[in-house]
Nanobody, 124 residues
């Protein structure tokens, strides 16, 4: 069973930085695992923030481009989100998601595994 755990959230002032970490474990040999960050503000739906593929390709939501940087350590099954120039609108619960899928010739069921989230609060 894949487990996902985030850390690194906190309360900061606008313009400051935070670095979130996500640890994922319980991988099955032969499966592909992709990791991504999402966030949910009070009263809003959960939204995509950033993802990084196994080959290092990254993608960001427009709202965080140029301010957030995602990286990963494949050896440790860790993914990080460096958040700079934080704004009050970045305030949310941040979730890490690990997506399992097949890696030919191996078949693996496609599943999403979520962490419990880490709170980020940015005050003006």
């Amino acid at each position: 069973q894949v487990q996902v755990a985030e850390s690194g959230g906190g309360s900061v002032q606008a313009g400051e930085s935070l670095r979130l970490s996500c640890a994922s474990s319980g991988y099955t040999y032969g499966c592909r695992y992709e990791m991504s960050w999402h966030r949910q503000a009070p009263g809003k739906e959960r939204e995509f923030v950033s993802t990084i593929n196994s080959d290092g390709t990254t993608r960001y939501a427009d709202s965080v481009k140029g301010r957030f940087t995602i990286s990963r350590d494949n050896a440790k099954n860790m993914v990080y989100l460096q958040m700079n120039s934080l704004k009050p609108e970045d305030t949310a619960m941040y979730y890490c998601k690990t997506t399992q899928s097949s890696r030919p010739p191996y078949y693996c069921s496609r599943r999403d595994y979520w962490g419990q989230g880490t709170q980020v609060t940015v005050s003006s």
